[in-house]
């Protein structure tokens, strides 16, 4: 029994969990999956999930602070049951740490304006790049490409319209 305890800690540690801080109003209107994947590194379920399969033209946004990170035009199906893009959106907020978590070396994506956990890159990508952003949905909100400009998200629309 420690020796499991000692490795689901050891795994918990590996990835970064939010910094602690007093919890603010945009953090309280999340739902406890948001908390549990945004905050302590937690996994929704693949394919079970509220964007994976989503083919709608539009801008994914930090679910705790808004800032754009991905677009509609970037994402594919990867066949992973998460959403897959192959690039972050130009000038997002985004980080990327080593996870040594689960056994395994991978590179988590964070949200670098709200310390978020995002999900994970991988290399086994669509080219150019090569790159496949497995995130969690619950980490994004999708703004509509026809409701971007009036959520402040204009600027991207040249890219999502492509």
């Known amino acids: 029994m420690k020796r499991v305890f000692f490795c689901l800690?050891?795994?918990?540690?590996?990835?970064?969990?939010?910094k602690e801080a007093p919890m603010d109003e945009k953090l309280k209107k999340l739902t406890p999956l948001q908390l549990e994947v945004t905050r302590n590194c937690g996994t929704e379920p693949a394919f079970n999930n509220e964007y994976w399969d989503n083919h709608r033209a539009g801008i994914y946004v930090d679910v705790t602070d808004g800032e754009p990170l991905f677009l509609s035009s970037d994402k594919f199906d990867s066949g992973s049951g998460w959403p897959s893009f192959s690039k972050p959106a130009a000038g997002a907020k985004v980080e990327e740490k080593k996870d040594s978590s689960l056994g395994m070396v991978r590179?988590?994506?964070?949200?670098?304006?709200s310390d978020s956990h995002l999900g994970h890159v991988f290399t086994d990508g669509p080219n150019p790049g090569g790159l496949r952003y497995c995130i969690?949905?619950?980490?994004?909100?999708?703004?509509?490409?026809?409701?971007?400009?009036?959520?402040?998200?204009?600027?991207?629309?040249?890219q999502v319209k492509k």
């Open 9 to 18: 800690a050891a795994a918990l540690a590996a990835c970064a969990p939010a």
């Open 107 to 113: 590179t988590e994506v964070r949200s670098k304006s």
């Open 136 to 158: 969690n949905s619950a980490a994004l909100r999708f703004v509509p490409l026809e409701d971007m400009e009036r959520e402040g998200y204009g600027a991207y629309l040249p």
